[in-house]
């Protein structure tokens, strides 16, 4: 028992890892600055969203953890190679930063929800849930409190980046489903969850 939960920590320690490594190559190719927000179009909203429909809430958001503490710490991660604790304090784009973190969570927990069969359009939705709109709900906020920008404004001046978003949305649900079905169950499904709660209950009582 101890060297199967041994490998299974091994295997998501993995993941993990690998995903924090994957949002971070997805910032190689740099930044795209439209208009004056100070917001940049970056491919790394794309990792947070594989990172949760593919590992999972909890993974997932772990993922984005380590790769934002990482960048927290000085390391220049960030698209364009940005780092520091400046991007996730007083940069306009801060409040995306952290809200990458509610993304992958939202994410994940839409998609655990829709598996096994995952049906392409509920994944689209579930990710635009996530990917989008909560990021998007810290984000904007944040950007308005920086810029002195009345919310409404900010939300408007947000509009040019659904487009790019939307796609990524979609290209996103499109990869989840071929990964989860060529990997069944790599995302164990709530009731999976609850049945080995009740069932470790059940020992526990018998002895």
């Not at 190689?28 to 940049?40: A, H, K, Q, R």
């Not at 400046?86 to 801060?94: D, G, K, L, M, R």
């Not at 071929?178 to 499904?189: F, K, M, N, S, T």
């Amino acid at each position: 028992m101890k060297d199967h939960r041994s490998r299974a920590t091994a295997r998501d320690l993995a993941q993990v890892a690998v995903f924090a490594a994957l949002i971070a190559a997805l910032g190689v190719p740099g930044t795209l600055y439209i208009g004056g927000s100070g917001v940049p179009i970056t491919l790394q909203t794309m990792g947070v969203m594989l990172a949760g429909a593919i590992l999972g809430p909890w993974k997932g958001l772990a993922s984005v953890a380590v790769f934002e503490t990482l960048t927290f710490v000085g390391l220049p991660l960030l698209a364009g190679g940005r780092g520091g604790p400046a991007y996730f304090t007083v940069q306009p784009s801060a409040g995306y930063a952290w809200g990458f973190l509610l993304g992958a969570l939202v994410v994940g927990l839409g998609t655990r929800a829709i598996l096994p069969r995952y049906p392409l359009w509920l994944g689209i939705a579930v990710t635009f849930f996530g990917g989008m709109v909560a990021i998007y709900a810290v984000g904007v906020p944040w950007l308005a409190a920086v810029t002195h920008t009345p919310i409404w404004a900010a939300f408007v001046g947000n509009l040019i980046y659904v487009p790019g978003d939307a796609i990524k949305v979609v290209a996103t649900a499109v990869v989840a489903k071929q990964v989860h079905r060529a990997y069944p169950g790599l995302i164990a499904p709530r009731r999976r969850i609850a049945g080995r709660a009740d069932a470790s209950r059940e020992v526990c009582q018998d002895s």
